[in-house]
Nanobody, 121 residues
């Protein structure tokens, strides 16, 4: 059983910063990509940032230059440092990880429960 638990969300004023964390636990052999998604009220879930196994990364155009994704492999944790936050960044942020629980290298995608980020103007 694999679990992803996010933390770090909250209420912040426009221009402020937040750091989200997502820790993976349970039966984990290897973690490949890790990513952050977000879903605003009435909108579809969108990909915010991805960190690939080779440490390459990709960002949505709307957050480039403001958000940074990173990971600590020793802790199976992925972070999202968010700066210069805007009201349009308000959403529930979800962690997603590509994990092989066993040595068979069969990867599955797992989701966290989400953490609310609210940016006031």
């Amino acid at each position: 059983q694999v679990q992803l638990v996010e933390s770090g969300g909250g209420l912040v004023q426009a221009g402020g910063s937040l750091r989200l964390s997502c820790a993976a636990s349970g039966t984990i052999f290897r973690t490949r990509s890790m990513a952050w998604y977000r879903q605003a009220p009435g909108k579809q879930r969108e990909l915010v940032a991805t960190l690939f196994d080779d440490q390459g990364s990709d960002y949505a155009d709307s957050v480039k230059g403001r958000f940074t994704i990173s990971r600590d492999n020793s802790k199976n944790t992925v972070y999202l440092q968010m700066s210069s936050l805007k009201p349009e960044d308000t959403a529930v942020y979800y962690c997603n990880a590509e994990i092989s629980p066993y040595v068979d290298f069969r990867y599955h995608f797992y989701w966290g429960q989400g953490t609310q980020v609210t940016v006031s103007s």
